[in-house]
C-alpha cells in the first residue's frame, strides 16, 4: 500500500498516475461496490482491517484531503453524506469514523 500513498502524494489533479482508487473507479480493478452516483463511488475495502470497512472515492481527483479546490466544497459535504448513509445502510448506526487519505 505504500506505493499507493507516494502515487497519490505526487498526483496532480488531472495527471494523476492510476492508483487503487482510478483503477476501482474505471472498473479495471474489481469491487464490491455498494453505492456509486455522478459524484462518488463506495465500495468494500478488499483488504479490510476491520468488520466492516468501506472506501468513499471522489470522481474528482483530490490527491490529499488538505489539497481541495474552493469548488469541492459541495463534494466533500456530500461525500460525508454518503459515507454516513453507507455506514447506516452496514449496520454500523453511529459507531463509525472517518480515515482520510493518504494516511498521515
Not at 489533479?13 to 469491487?31: C, E, N, V, Y
Request: negative net charge; aromatic residues 4%; proline residues 9%.
Amino acid at each position: 500500500m505504500g506505493n499507493e500513498v507516494a502515487k497519490t502524494q505526487h498526483a496532480a489533479p488531472g495527471k494523476a498516475a492510476p492508483t487503487i482508487f482510478s483503477q476501482i473507479l474505471d472498473r479495471s480493478l474489481p469491487a464490491v461496490i455498494l453505492y456509486e452516483d455522478q459524484q462518488c463511488l463506495v465500495s468494500r475495502d478488499v483488504a479490510s482491517q476491520a468488520p466492516v470497512h468501506f472506501l468513499v472515492i471522489p470522481k474528482k481527483s483530490i490527491p490529499h484531503t488538505n489539497q481541495p479546490e474552493e469548488e469541492d466544497q459541495q463534494l466533500l459535504g456530500h461525500l460525508l453524506l454518503v459515507a454516513k448513509k453507507t455506514a447506516k445502510a452496514e449496520g454500523m448506526g453511529d459507531g463509525y469514523q472517518l480515515l482520510h487519505w493518504p494516511p498521515e
